[in-house]
């Protein structure tokens, strides 16, 4: 009885009116949320799409909770005294958070990079998972997740390995002092012409790098698209040394020249026949 | 098309009864067959519920053999391999040339001036891809290049632009001087230059994929003759497609269809994007 009473009573109605608003108005802020999601999945990245309608879904159950607030009779002005206060409190001890909150943001407008794109951050290196409010997630090669705070991707150099279609291989050959350079372009040369993931265009080019200490340094720069650039990195090597095989080209070893002193004298040495001494050599 | 005949070996210098293309039915009593295209190696064996291609690639793209023969068994050595499942398979295969599934950019091996005021044709030539079709034409199974050409790209600069094959093609002027291969497809680009300078032309990207395919009655492969004129402001104009004839102006059937539908009014790209 004192319940049903207390209900149909002035303040019961008043709390009754309150829930009845927050209950409608968390609906309502889903139903809208879910339409936000549907119109702008088209023209917006996902996470774009995704920030948006948290933002819609938020600001409803906000002002749904204000009016609620102030069926009860609460004062607003004293509400947002409270907020006001706690939110410098909070904002004074999430820094790096609210710092990660608006990286994030930038990162999101600027685009850097994409959901699936691969990126190097410092010395790792990962496909992208999900660009989140505070940070992103990455894959590695090697299979294991990183999370990388957003903060630190907008301060520091991030490369996207992925941005463009086509991709440069650099491969750093040396031949022996002895062989003729034209010689060794052309052998080059008509290996990239030979492999067809191998780009025609831009142009496969070779250049000196040096006088190396035991070799003639050479750079062949080669291009292939970004899917192929893997293959192209383990099949080129193979084939320059085929052909270089064929043609007689040499790589060398390290060579050292060693010298007795200013006035080069021979060397001592002493065969000593194996195989058919029995005497061990001393 | 006439009766399927065994063990043919033709040089290109004279016309083949029938074209490398069409319907062959399996002879009674034979379990495959076998092509040389070009430098394409393909064989196809058949069981009851089952195709089996097993295709090579030749060395030299500039190979003019081609034969077809019945076989009954495959020999696979340094061939690639693609099985193809039926309930019931077809007692048959069909072969369709098409052309290739990207733009081919043709360089020429000199630079290649046009001077002012005049027009010249290029010959194009491309390699055509055989698409292998069950039965008298009904299912496709797979499409193979007769000769796989080189990745290239086309563009501005390395960041935009697109991938494209190119062509080993010299860009020859004189018609005579086309070799005409059964498994390669030409395509006349005129250029006409109506500026008071000289066009230089350093490269040509032909929209292969929004071309249809042509036969002439020898059972060459051509594509429609293209147009690009650059008028006398010195403005490149687009790239327009012509009325399929042939240079002798002789009958040419259509073999194949475009990859892809053509842009808005047949205008496929500005000078500036095929000649980079």
């Not at chain 1, 774009?48 to 607030?69: E, N």
């Amino acid at each position: 009885m004192d319940v049903i009473d207390f209900l149909f009573s002035d303040k019961g109605l008043e709390i009754l009116r309150a829930s009845v608003l927050v209950i409608l108005g968390l609906f309502f802020a889903k139903v809208a949320a879910v339409i936000t999601q549907r119109v702008s999945e088209p023209y917006l990245e996902p996470q774009q799409t995704a920030l948006l309608k948290r933002v819609v879904f938020y600001a409803i159950v906000i002002v749904t909770l204000m009016s609620a607030l102030h069926q009860l009779g609460f004062s607003l002005t004293v509400v947002l005294g409270a907020a006001g206060i706690l939110s410098v409190a909070i904002g004074f001890a999430s820094q790096t958070s609210a710092s990660n909150l608006i990286s994030g943001l930038f990162l999101i407008g600027e685009k850097p990079f994409r959901i699936g794109d691969f990126i190097k951050i410092g010395d790792t290196i990962g496909e992208v998972l999900s660009i989140d409010m505070l940070s992103v997630k990455l894959r590695t090669f090697d299979n294991l997740f990183v999370r990388v705070p957003n903060e630190m991707l907008l301060n520091s150099e991030v490369t996207n390995l992925t941005r463009f279609a086509i991709r440069r291989l650099e491969l750093k050959v040396g031949v022996a002092y002895r062989e003729k350079l034209s010689h060794v372009r052309e052998v080059l040369m008509q290996v990239a012409e030979e492999y067809p993931l191998c780009l025609t265009e831009p142009k496969p080019v070779v250049l000196f790098l040096g006088f190396g200490d035991s070799s003639l340094d050479l750079q062949f720069n080669v291009w292939a698209t970004r899917e192929n650039w893997l293959d192209l990195r383990n099949n080129i090597p193979e084939r320059v040394k085929e052909a270089f095989d064929e043609a007689g080209i040499e790589i060398p070893f390290p060579h050292r020249s060693l010298y007795t002193g200013s006035v080069t004298e021979p060397f001592p040495i002493r065969v000593v026949s194996s195989r058919d001494d029995e005497e061990p050599t001393p | 098309m006439s009766g399927v005949e065994l063990n043919e070996v033709m040089e290109v210098t004279e016309t083949p009864s029938r074209p490398w293309w069409g319907h062959y039915p399996l002879e009674e009593g034979r379990h495959g067959l076998f092509w040389q295209i070009g430098p394409l190696a393909l064989q196809a064996r058949r069981w009851r519920q089952e195709w089996r291609l097993a295709w090579q690639e030749g060395e030299d793209p500039l190979t003019s053999e081609l034969s077809f023969s019945a076989l009954d068994e495959l020999d696979e050595t340094r061939c690639k391999v693609a099985r193809f499942a039926f309930q019931e398979s077809a007692r048959g295969l069909t072969l369709c040339p098409r052309l290739a599934d990207r733009p081919v950019v043709v360089r020429p091996d000199t630079p290649l001036y046009i001077p002012p005021r005049e027009e010249t044709i290029i010959y194009v030539s491309t390699s055509a891809w055989v698409q292998v079709l069950s039965d008298d034409g009904g299912v496709p199974l797979i499409e193979i290049p007769s000769y796989r050409p080189s990745d290239s790209w086309f563009g501005p600069n390395t960041r935009e632009g697109e991938l494209c094959y190119a062509s080993r093609s010299l860009a020859r002027l004189r018609l005579d001087e086309i070799v005409q291969r059964p498994h390669r497809v030409v395509s006349p680009v005129t250029i006409r230059n109506r500026a008071a300078d000289a066009l230089l032309i350093e490269r040509l990207s032909v929209p292969v994929p929004l071309l249809p395919l042509y036969a002439s009655a020898e059972h060459q492969l051509w594509t429609q003759p293209m147009v690009m004129e650059r008028s006398d402001d010195g403005k490149e104009g687009a790239l327009k497609l012509e009325e399929m004839r042939l240079p002798d102006g002789m009958e040419a059937t259509r073999v194949s269809e475009a990859r892809q539908l053509q842009e808005r009014h047949g205008l496929f790209r500005t000078l500036e994007s095929l000649f980079a």
